[in-house]
């Protein structure tokens, strides 16, 4: 827990000066997350959308970055809101369409920003192929790897040269710890990417590190059961007559199954599906017993939610409905419970 550490003389210190600049806690989850990446650096930071703001601030005013659509509402909103005062400019585009990918980038395109899969939409985008297409600009590819987690999907083994993560989600796994990391294989960037996490200082607290080190040594098992379950949970959602739609990327139909297929060890525990309006879905969540009611995502308790008055709230109505992101879907992060006692919930709050 140490802020500072004793010096052997002026100019001498032991690995460790203060710990805003580094920490040994920190190093070994640092560490951790590299090796989980198979990533050689790792930086670690107070949270998703801290690590996220470190890194944007290594581009320059007229810089671009092309984005896919239906991001987190909190980096649509950091994007939009924040970073577009200091000169950067956004454009988002569907990058699960190749086509797209390659019309959106100008000589300026610094960098191009994916989710896969997305939220809420669980679309998937083809990490390898817009890696191609950016790599031939010149520009870099930073996956936001979340939803998927290195359990799940290594785009740095996919073309991709930088990987984000909000790790409280799955990383972290048990809802009691916020924080955020990026691991990359390129030494200059690590090196910009260090001064600036010390110049900037959104770093996490030693105890944090700690929490993230202990939950995260179930990764694996959590993953694989809350994989498990989702499939089930999709699959029993298609049946139901309440329900309009399910995305999710494991089911046959799904556009991007293949891809998936291709580029995840399995489908992930997140599920959206759509009802036929508001106050359905609404009622719908008012009614679920087992499945909390709340924000965020990736922990051993089922979560349910409503895109476009929570967690993308950020977005305007337009943006909204134009990413396809309607007033009746619900966001479902599956936990490890007994799936037919997740499904018997949702049944029940359907009906
Ligand atoms: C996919 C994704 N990326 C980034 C973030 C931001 O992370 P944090 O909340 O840790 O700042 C979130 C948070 O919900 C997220 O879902």
Redesign the pocket.
Known sequence: MATTFAQQGVGKHQGFEYSRTGNPTRNALEECLASLEDAKHCLAFS??????TTLMLLLNPGDRVVYMED?????FRLFDKVLKRYGLEFSAIDASDIDAVEKAMTPQTRMVWL?SPT?PLLRVVDIDAVSEVAHGHGAIVCV?N??ATPFLQQPLHLGADVV??????YIGGHSDV???AIMTDNDELEKQLRFHQNAVGAVPSPFDCWLLLRGVKTLALRVERQSQNAMVVAQALQQNKAVKRVFYPGLEGHPNRSVAARQMRMFGGMVSFEVADEPTAFRTLQRLKIFALA????AVESLAEHPARM?HASIPAQERQRAGVGDGLIRLSIGVEDVADLIADLESALR
């Open positions: 949270s998703g959308l801290g690590a996220e991001v987190y509402g909190g980096t989710e939220n936001d979340t939803f984000v993560h909000s790790s409280t989600k916020v924080g955020g924000e965020s995502l990736g967690t």
